[in-house]
């Protein structure tokens, strides 16, 4: 009966060989399972992906809505100023053609035929170096440096005059103009359009080629590129809006007084030999390469010299 026991032992081991028939259907249950889970997650990428397209679009939508809104705000501002100032001309009783100054002109009439001022290659632009005496005979070396000069006076702040007057650089000059003491906003919005001003007369005055230039510019709209929105347009050359004057926001209180300076300049300025054929010459090379939207992927050079620094505005310094 020993021997009997044989067979059972191989039914037993003949059970156990049925065993990885089970483990094989269960693996081909498992990789099914695994299949439809990885489906699955795929399919929930897609439509993450496809979520966050759609999120992007949104943006984009939100942006251009937000553009469309900021232009309409302008175009209604625009708007009111033109009509406020069609009442005051309609209660003055004026004559059209005497009243319609250039620097009057609204934004949305001046078209293309503008110039923006700016930057420390531009002979208009308060930035540019060309030394300055005011009126007690002390030198400057740009219209700028005696406008901070002058701020610092209307401080009584004696420490940051000589630091603006005998600083080497620009750069050591602004930092000494925001060294000024007891630095009053309001107090300073008092001086400084006819500061800014005289800078400009004296260093036009005193700098003919300049003044020359600032006459053959005609009728010519000028507009100062800076975000300071008293002074500027609001928007620096660097960026697209500074291009379009739709979108411009600010004041532009510098270039409506450099037009003002314009004006007065011409009604006694006499050309000499060869300088208007010379100014015309620089003229055209400023209105190619200076007074116009700077591209900022790009660079361009002048003369030899590599482009403008950007103004970095603070709220009262003038460019």
């Given at each position: ?252 209180q510098g270039g409506k007084s450099l037009m003002r300076l314009r004006k007065l300049l011409r009604q006694n300025h006499d ?49």
């Amino acid at each position: 009966m020993a021997e009997g026991a044989q067979p059972n032992g191989n039914r037993q081991q003949m059970s156990n060989y049925g065993k990885p028939n089970n483990n094989r259907q269960n693996n081909g249950n498992n990789g099914g399972q695994n299949f439809n889970v990885q489906q699955e997650i795929n399919g929930i990428k897609q439509e993450m992906s496809q979520l966050r397209d759609s999120v992007d679009m949104l943006e984009q939508e939100k942006d251009s809505l937000r553009k469309a809104i900021r232009k309409l705000k302008l175009e209604n501002e625009h708007m009111k100023k033109k009509y406020k100032r069609l009442q005051e001309k309609v209660g003055d009783d004026r004559d059209g053609d005497e009243s319609a100054e250039v620097e009057n002109v609204d934004y949305d009439e001046i078209g293309r035929d503008f110039i923006l001022v700016g930057g420390i290659h531009d002979p208009l632009a308060l930035r540019f170096q060309a030394n300055i005496k005011d009126e007690n005979g002390i030198q400057h070396k740009s219209a700028e440096r005696y406008y901070w000069y002058k701020m610092a006076e209307v401080f009584n702040d004696d420490a940051a005059k000589k630091g603006i007057l005998e600083a080497e650089s620009f750069n050591d000059a602004e930092e000494a103009m925001k060294e000024i003491k007891d630095f009053k906003e309001n107090t300073w919005n008092e001086h400084k359009m006819k500061v800014w001003e005289e800078g400009q007369r004296l260093k036009l005055e005193q700098n003919r080629w300049i003044e020359n230039l600032l006459v053959f510019s005609d009728k010519t709209y000028i507009a100062v590129a800076t975000q300071d929105k008293y002074f500027g347009t609001g928007w620096r050359k660097n960026r697209d809006e500074s291009n379009k004057p739709i979108y411009w926001d600010g004041e532009n209180q510098g270039g409506k007084s450099l037009m003002r300076l314009r004006k007065l300049l011409r009604q006694n300025h006499d050309w000499k030999e060869n300088e208007e054929e010379e100014t015309k010459r620089k003229y055209n090379e400023l209105r190619r390469y200076v007074w116009r939207r700077v591209d900022p992927t790009k660079r361009f050079q002048m003369n030899g010299h590599a482009r403008g620094r950007r103004g970095n505005f603070r709220q009262f310094s003038a460019r």
